[in-house]
Nanobody, 124 residues
């Protein structure tokens, strides 16, 4: 599976952005999808994950209640809706896939494939 992330940009604090992750390959609909982020000087961290069916969703505590992960298997696309953005959300956001959402929750080492990243900058 190849992943192409898009939708990043510059936004003021309190604003919203929606990231998209377009996938190619036949296994998208059977793969768990997730989002990670990496801020300058920091390690890549888990943000959100969704099961292949879309029923199970998990979030990092830092984004819970503000971000929503979703997917459209008919379009081979996953999304991350980000609301009430804060300057500390500034990072490069990467979409990722794995065999299960549980593995994505473990961390970057459990990811099977990565997208190229899209930069989100939140100004104060």
């Amino acid at each position: 599976v190849q992943l192409q992330a898009s939708g990043g940009g510059l936004v003021q604090a309190g604003g919203s952005l929606r990231l998209s992750c377009a996938a190619s390959g036949r296994t998208f609909s059977s793969s768990a999808m997730g989002w990670f982020r990496q801020a300058p000087g920091k390690e890549r961290e888990f943000v959100a994950a969704i099961s292949w069916s879309g029923i199970l969703r998990f979030y990092a505590d830092s984004v819970k209640g503000r971000f929503t992960i979703s997917r459209d298997n008919a379009k081979n696309t996953a999304y991350l809706q980000m609301n009430s953005l804060k300057p500390e959300d500034t990072a490069v956001y990467y979409c990722a896939g794995a065999g299960s959402e549980w593995r994505l929750r473990v961390g970057p080492g459990e990811v099977d494939y990565w997208g190229q990243g899209t930069l989100v900058t939140v100004s104060s």
